[in-house]
T-cell receptor
Framework: DTAVSQTPKYLVTQMGNDKSIKCEQNLGHDTMYWYKQDSKKFLKIMFSYNNKELIINETVPNRFSPKSPDKAHLNLHINSLELGDSAVYFC??????????FGEGSWLTVV | KQEVTQIPAALSVPEGENLVLNCSFTDSAIYNLQWFRQDPGKGLTSLLLIQSSQREQTSGRLNASLDKSSGRSTLYIAASQPGDSATYLCAGMNNAGNMLTFGGGTRLMVKP
């Protein structure tokens, strides 16, 4: 069984479009995250949610809006996509302070 | 603000060699230090987690150490194999336990 699953795995879209990436974890964790890995492979946190509440927002443009309908889900919606948004987006989850488990990533290409 | 640096950025070794990957962090107030492996086109796989009160953790051929006072961690890989080829990432977790700050990774290639 996949612990942290995110869809879609690949997404190619035009500038200006709006898109969503979905994430689900079946580990019973209380904290979920979105990380962005840029073209230089550097991983940086975007958002952290604990029990459905936003606790970290690392100066991400407000075109990015996370939503956590319940503790097992954290979706990422992106408005008005720009070329610079092209990256790999990783969802992850953990119990607070413990090992973080990552999904397989969603490859977003904006053309 | 926490900054994590990994040296070297890339490393190529012959099979069978023992090797050490280095990680340094600027803020010693970490909750734990985690090491991950990332294969091309894949997500991250957790390798080892060292709590702030611990000095080292071992799993198979891997041993990770932590020295908070100097802001350093090392990942030791014994008897390297071609299957160990991947990017290795270290990350420090903040004291609240809700955010990991990653280093830039070390890209390891083990040649047969």
């Amino acid at each position: 069984d996949t612990a942290v699953s995110q869809t879609p795995k690949y997404l190619v879209t035009q500038m200006g479009n709006d898109k969503s990436i979905k994430c689900e974890q079946n580990l019973g964790h209380d904290t979920m995250y979105w990380y962005k890995q840029d073209s230089k492979k550097f991983l940086k946190i975007m958002f952290s949610y604990n029990n459905k509440e936003l606790i970290i927002n690392e100066t991400v443009p407000n075109r990015f809006s996370p939503k956590s309908p319940d503790k097992a889900h954290l979706n990422l919606h992106i408005n008005s996509l720009e070329l610079g948004d092209s990256a790999v987006y990783f969802c992850a989850s953990s119990r607070t302070g413990n090992t973080i488990y990552f999904g397989e990533g969603s490859w977003l290409t904006v053309v | 603000k926490q900054e994590v640096t990994q040296i070297p950025a890339a490393l190529s070794v012959p099979e069978g060699e023992n090797l050490v990957l280095n990680c340094s962090f600027t803020d010693s107030a970490i909750y734990n230090l985690q090491w991950f492996r990332q294969d091309p086109g894949k997500g991250l796989t957790s390798l080892l987690l060292i709590q702030s009160s611990q000095r080292e953790q071992t799993s198979g051929r891997l041993n990770a150490s932590l020295d908070k006072s100097s802001g350093r961690s090392t990942l030791y890989i014994a008897a390297s194999q071609p299957g160990d080829s991947a990017t290795y990432l270290c990350a420090g977790m903040n004291n609240a336990g809700n955010m990991l700050t990653f280093g830039g990774g070390t890209r390891l290639m083990v040649k047969p």
